[in-house]
Each structure stands twice: as C-alpha cells, then as structure tokens.
C-alpha cells in the first residue's frame, strides 16, 4: 500500500538525499503573473519539479564513474554539470530554497533554475559546451516570464552576450558577481 509523505517531511528528505527539489508551478505567483495571461503556456506546463543531486560525487557513484575521462564521455555529463553548477551559484550566494523554481513547456524546452531576489527574476541555463546557443526554451522563457537577466553557465574561458538578453558566464564568473 503506497504511503503519502507530508510535504514537510518530504523537504526533510531531500536535504537529507542531497538533492535540490524546484517546484515549476510557484514561478507564476513569485513573477507576479496572472493565469489568464498564460491560458495557452498553463496548459502545457510541466508540472512535476525537477530534482538535482546537490552532491555530484553522489552522482558519479550512482552513475558507475570513477574518472574524469569517465564523466566526460557518460551520457549523463550535462546532468552532472547541471547540479554541480546549480549547487556552486547556490551556495556562493546564499539563495534560500524558497527563491528557486524551475520552468518548462512540454516538448518545448525548460529553464533550469529561476531565482526570484529582491524584486528580480534571474534565470539560468546550464550547458557543457564552450559554445553554447540560444534555444527555444530561451525565447518562449523570455517571452513568457518577466526575466531580468538570463545567464548560461559553461565551461567557458572569459564571459560573452549572445544577444542583448542573453550572457554566457562560467560558474567562478557567476559566482563572484553580484
């Protein structure tokens, strides 16, 4: 018989997994935006959050990598990177749980991580590439929500726009800045 677990309880349990868990519906009331301004977007909204492990080398073990030449050749390298720079920006800036969201459509993309501070609503891709592209998900992000400033974060060597909206940063760049 399948057990339900309080949402407390459940909060609890991912910290003690190491894992961060964004929710995806909050973002609307967070950026201040009406549902019926999203009549068309709701509706095709995931709904389920997305999880990360906060503990790459938890990953990597669950994953069977024991090597760097490993982890770069797995399949799951971007989710690596994923939560490991999630994790880094995090941590350096003191975000609460409750400033962070997650965003997508189904099968048009997602936002990996939303942080709503001081009024602004931040958002930030994460790519494994030193030559990352603005995507679908960016645009309808950026048409969709009151985004202020979206970020992609790559292992990059110095940061660079991709367009007037869009910067490419690598994660020491992110978290020194502001």
């Known amino acids: ?70 982890l770069l050749t797995h399949i799951k390298c971007g989710a690596s990177w994923e939560g490991f ?3 880094q920006i995090l941590s350096a800036s003191s975000t609460s749980y409750d400033e962070c969201f997650f965003w997508g459509v189904h099968e048009q993309g997602e936002i990996d991580l939303l942080i709503k501070r001081k009024g602004k609503l931040k958002a930030y891709e994460f790519k494994y590439t030193s030559s990352p592209k603005i995507t679908k998900s960016m645009s309808l992000a950026l048409n969709t929500l009151p985004i202020d400033e979206l970020v992609i974060v790559a292992p990059v060597e110095a940061e660079f726009p991709l367009n007037d909206q869009i910067r490419v940063m690598s994660i020491g760049a992110v978290v020194a800045s502001p």
Request: charged share 25%; aromatic share 6%.
């Open 85 to 87: 720079a999630l994790e």
């Open 1 to 70: 018989m399948p057990t339900t677990i309080s949402a407390p309880t459940t909060k609890i349990l991912y910290k003690l997994m190491a894992l961060y868990h964004l929710d995806s519906e909050a973002i609307y009331t967070e950026a201040g935006i009406h549902k019926s301004d999203l009549t068309n977007i709701k509706k095709r909204q995931i709904k389920s959050p997305k999880i990360y492990f906060r503990d790459s080398g938890i990953l990597h073990k669950l994953m069977g990598v024991e090597c760097e030449s490993e």
